[in-house]
């Protein structure tokens, strides 16, 4: 359609269909993607077109039946008796060119880049983790793991709304498990015998000497440290017991020093007992008493720590079958073989295949025998167990167990999982052949997850049984790797004694997820005062969403400064999405919203400087905004539209529920206060100070007067307050320090009209000489005063 009777289309080969239906349906097909309601009158194709059409298309044919009113409307326009101007149409419209818009990318230990994140099978994500090994208590290095994988899955399900399903397991058959079980029961049996002090002292004694040998071999120097403090505990509680021995001192004496050096000489002790006698362990229960503990344990302090358990949770004891069948599969596929009734990995065999590749993760890692020594474990590493690998390279899919170790039926004979396999089993029964992330720390890379992915490809005979693998960075302690064996660790009850969970969050928050992260003083008091910042924030927005209004008059006119601050809400919300996108930077997206906090503060203090009240609205908006993703972050819980929740506990919230009664009280206090400020009547002034800075806060309440304002009400817990109210003495009793005495006095011009060289008043406001009894009264205010200042003097020198 045109203005000038040009074609607006070529038709073509429309117009040379006869039947009706079939002209209509073949001209929707063709108008779905053109735009044919332009200009003020038909083409001379369109007319064409109208004439074949003897009655409107059908109704499901939409943009055929459109044009056809359209042109027929037109006819009418053309008819002699109508104007000779067609009636007005619409003009062409035409989208506007938009902006790039950012998409997810993580990044993937892969390919060691960020990398577009695409789901298999479109809004649906499948996710397994490698779990703990559970022989002993979480520590924080777990914590780094599990807090920012919680935050990862957070994310892409609450904020980028996939549909995630996660999967993790509990390692409770392990090398580690079966030496301490063995360890734990060995060293409990012989306590029970209650053992002499001569049999500590010689037991002690001679399992010094092949752990002294082995420290002596130690080249590792965080381990050589470790075991330098054991020794050193160790050789502080020997001497007393053998000078008190060589000296025939009493029982009495002796014995007590005997169960000191039993207690400083657990490790070595317990490790040359399972030496001595850990063969002779065969009751199974025994294997499975200590992992049982320690999963519980495990379980209460991700509770704590707000972490959500997994979708699915898989345990190692009860996927042998499954495990069994796994490694019959591999053999069966030409890569696996038995040796002495263990199985092993072919690494050789597998790389050598052209659609497969062994260690995906770290190639530079193949052939490093520290690492796949470590990967095997302690009980798997000796020189038999060694000598049965046609490769130092190869793995063991399924060891034969010795005495003293669990065991379980197999075509083999009896024996146990290896470590690698026990994840490739349980995630391939419920995730299937391929899944979108696998997740675990940094040192799992090699060899343990490339294992895992060599055995599963080679079971599922596929090249991508993982797409994205996602590692977490390390966890240190003043530069040092926390780590359980190096009982260089602090666990996660420790560290929720001295921070809340949620403040332990936003530590993690504030770091990169992939990155190495030191935990110290600095980093947690970085994290304490970013919580108290935006607490302040939501306390704030808080009061002045309480004022009172009608429903007409929470809608205010915005001027310059709510646009601008508008403007700027925008910005950063566009921001923190950019920061997520960009392989989850909590980091960046953290600080984004610290200075969308700063900006709407200095928005309510200019606000507040002109007796004015800030748009509540739009501080509802942007304190709701935060809640929102702090709660995706798993920073809040709870249904608080705004901040952090307050008192909540049995479903009752504290802050709906007293607050009411906290205005009422704060409303008569303001009026006391303007009466007795009218009145000049100081003692109920004080009266009401007294309430604000002592009464309220030992009931977590904050009461914060503004001239010509409202007197804000706030919620906020007691410890904080307290602590506020002591830091406040102890800076009011500093600055008071630093006054000199010869100044004291001298800002009272409303009270004192001269002074002597020392600063002391000598005349009253009126000119009149100071009496005796005056003067006697003030110089005991300036000796005082005088001291204190002596002292912070001293006080800076000494800091000097």
Request: contains cysteine; glycine residues 6%; hydrophobic residues 35%.
């Amino acid at each position: 359609m045109s203005t000038s009777g040009e074609p607006a289309f070529e038709y073509g080969p429309l117009l040379q269909i006869n039947e009706e239906a079939s002209l209509a349906a073949a001209l929707n097909d063709y108008l779905t993607s053109r735009s044919y309601l332009a200009g003020f009158c038909p083409s001379q194709a369109d007319q064409k077109a109208f004439n074949l059409l003897h009655r409107p298309p059908d109704p499901h044919h939409v943009h055929a039946l459109r044009w056809y009113r359209h042109i027929a409307a037109l006819q009418l326009d053309l008819l002699p008796e109508s104007s000779t101007k067609g009636k007005r149409v619409q003009p062409p419209w035409s989208p506007p060119a938009g902006t790039d818009v950012p998409h997810l990318r993580l990044y993937n230990s892969l390919t060691r880049a960020k990398e577009p994140f695409v789901p298999q099978r479109g809004n649906k994500v499948t996710w397994y983790s490698c779990g703990p090994t559970v022989y002993d208590a979480s520590h924080m290095g777990h914590a780094r793991s599990y807090i920012s994988f919680d935050i990862l899955r957070r994310i892409l399900k609450d904020y980028f709304k996939y549909d995630v399903l996660y999967c993790m397991n509990i390692t409770d058959i392990d090398d580690k498990i079966i030496k301490r079980a063995r360890q734990n029961h060995l060293l409990e049996q012989y306590t029970e015998k209650q053992p002499h002090a001569a049999q500590i002292l010689q037991d002690v004694l001679s399992a010094r000497g092949p752990f002294q040998a082995n420290l002596a071999l130690t080249t590792d120097p965080d381990k050589k440290q470790m075991l330098e403090r054991l020794d050193a505990a160790v050789a502080a509680a020997l001497q007393p017991l053998q000078a008190a021995m060589e000296g025939k001192a009493a029982q009495e004496v002796v014995q007590p020093l005997a169960e000191v050096l039993l207690q400083n000489s657990k490790d070595l002790l317990s490790d040359w007992l399972d030496t001595q006698f850990g063969s002779q362990v065969t009751e199974n229960s025994i294997f499975s008493i200590l992992p049982n503990y320690w999963e519980g344990d495990y379980h209460k302090d991700m509770e704590a720590l707000n972490v959500l358990p997994p979708d699915v949770l898989t345990r190692v004891s009860e996927y042998v079958p499954e495990i069994v069948d796994f490694v019959k599969k591999v053999v069966s596929n030409g890569y696996g073989y038995e040796s002495n009734g263990s199985v092993y990995f072919n690494t050789s065999k597998f790389d050598g295949c052209p659609h497969h590749s062994y260690a995906k993760l770290v190639p530079e890692a193949v052939g490093d025998q520290k690492a796949l020594q470590e990967g095997e474990g302690d009980l798997s590493i000796s020189a038999d167990r060694l000598g049965e690998k046609k490769s130092q390279n190869d793995f063991a899919l399924w060891k034969a167990s010795k005495p003293g170790e669990p065991s379980w039926d197999s075509p083999w004979g009896k024996g146990r999982p290896g470590w690698h396999i026990e994840c490739s089993a349980m995630a391939g029964s419920i995730l299937g052949e391929s899944m979108d992330i696998h997740g675990g720390g940094f040192d799992l890379r090699f060899p343990h997850h490339d294992n895992e992915l060599a055995q599963s490809e080679a079971f599922f005979e596929n090249d991508h049984w993982v797409r994205y693998f996602l590692h977490t960075g390390h966890l240190t302690i003043a530069g040092c790797k926390m780590s359980k064996s190096l009982k260089n660790f602090i666990t996660i009850k420790d560290a929720l004694a001295k921070n809340t969970a949620r403040q332990l969050r936003l530590a993690f928050l504030m770091h990169s997820w992939k990155d190495t992260m030191d935990y110290s003083s600095n980093t947690m008091e970085s994290a304490v005062q970013y919580e108290k910042f935006m607490n302040e924030f939501f306390l704030t927005v808080k009061d002045i969403m309480r004022a009172p209004t009608d429903i007409t008059g929470r809608f205010e006119k915005w001027e310059t400064a709510e646009v601008e601050l508008n403007n700027s809400f925008y910005d950063r919300k566009s921001a923190v999405h950019e920061a997520l996108c960009d392989n989850v930077d909590t980091r960046t997206a953290m600080e984004e919203m610290r200075v969308l906090v700063g900006q709407s503060n200095s928005y309510i203090a200019s606000r507040k400087s002109a007796k004015l009240r800030p748009n509540r609205m739009l501080m509802e908006s942007i304190a709701a905004y935060l809640t929102s993703i702090l709660k995706v972050f798993g920073a809040i819980e709870g249904s608080e539209p705004s901040g952090f929740p307050v008192g909540q506990s049995q479903n009752v919230d504290l802050e709906s529920t007293v607050m009411p009664y906290l205005s009422v009280l704060s409303n008569f206090r303001e009026e006391v206060r303007k009466i007795a400020r009218d009145k000049k009547v100081m003692e109920l002034l004080q009266l009401c100070d007294v309430v604000r800075d002592d009464t309220l806060p030992e009931l977590g309440v904050r009461l914060e007067d503004h001239e010509g304002l409202p007197t804000v009400v706030k919620l906020v817990d007691k410890e904080t307050l307290l602590k506020e109210r002591e830091e406040k003495k102890q800076m009011a009793k500093l600055a008071k320090m630093k006054v000199p005495p010869c100044e004291m006095f001298c800002s009272e011009t409303d009270k004192y009209s001269k002074f002597d060289e020392t600063g002391f008043p000598t005349h009253d406001v009126e000119g009149k000489e100071l009496s005796k009894g005056q003067a006697k009264k003030l110089r005991k205010f300036f000796d005082v005063q005088e001291k204190l200042h002596n002292d912070y003097l001293q006080m800076n020198q000494n800091g000097n």
